[in-house]
Structure formats: C-alpha cells, structure tokens
C-alpha cells in the first residue's frame, strides 16, 4: 500500500511546489483526509470487498446483553454463533430492528445493530460470535501513513 507521502508529491507536482515551499505537508494532510474519507464513504456506499472483514473469534459471556466490536467496525453485515470453546460450525443468527423481548436460553439467535451497539438476547450460557461487518480504514495523519 502506498504511503501518504506519495499523494502529497504527486499535489506538490502538480501545484508546482517540488520544493516543499508553500504546501508543506501541515497544509496539505487536512485535504487528502478530506479525500481519503470520500474514499471511504463511496467504498462503503458500493459495499466494496476493500472494506469487508471477518472478526476474530468473540467471547460472549452469559447473560451478556451487548457484543464487543471490532475497533474498525463501522457497520455489521452479518453474526454467527456457537458454543464456547467449540470446534462446531458457527449457525447464523438473525437480524431484528430492535432487540427480542424473548425468555433467554443457551443461544443467542437473535442480534440488532442500534446506537452503535450488536444487542442481543442475553443467554444463559457462554458463547463465541463471529461478526461479517464493513470496516473503516486508517485516516492519513502524517506523509508516512
């Protein structure tokens, strides 16, 4: 993957600033992040494999209402479940709008994504999650980014 530094070049090339005079890199990094997250919102609009991931293995204690995230999650797709320390398959879990006012059991099977939290129903015995989701990429801050 390129660097940052290799768009900053290319814009003092073309603003004919080779020297580094005028558009140093304070001046021009605030722009290519404005660009870079353009970027980032079409790729994410179009659904594009670049920003598709699958999460680690994720513990889900008993009687846990809520699903960490991944840190540069930004939209789940899809959860799977399974019992914890299994080697089974995971089965696939169902998205709701809002979370199911269900009794709780060993399962978790349903799952709602709602201000920026996986909520599920709590269940009653440990379980490890795998989440499909789209991902955020890393904002350019520095030319060596």
């Known amino acids: 993957m390129a660097l940052a530094s290799v768009a900053l070049n290319d814009a003092r090339a073309r ?3 080779v020297a580094i005079t005028f558009f140093t890199d304070a001046i021009l990094i605030p722009f290519l992040q404005i660009a870079f997250r353009e970027l980032q919102l079409r790729l994410h609009v179009k659904q594009n494999p670049v920003i598709k ?4 293995i994720v ?3 008993a009687n846990a209402t809520t699903v960490t995230l991944p840190a540069d999650l930004i939209q789940p797709q899809r959860l799977e479940e399974r019992e914890a320390g299994s080697s089974e398959l995971f089965d696939k879990m169902i998205e709701d709008d809002f979370e199911t006012n ?6 978790i099977r349903f799952w709602a994504w709602r201000e920026e939290e996986i909520k599920i129903v709590p269940p009653t015995q ?3 999650v795998r989440i499909y989701y789209l991902k955020g990429l890393t904002v350019p801050t520095t030319g060596a980014s």
């Not at 991931?53 to 680690?56: G, I």
């Not at 269900?102 to 399962?107: G, M, Q």
């Open 126 to 128: 440990n379980r490890e």
């Open 53 to 56: 991931e699958a999460s680690t």
């Open 59 to 61: 513990s889900v204690a």
């Open 15 to 17: 603003l004919n600033d």
């Open 102 to 107: 269900i009794e709780s059991i060993e399962r």
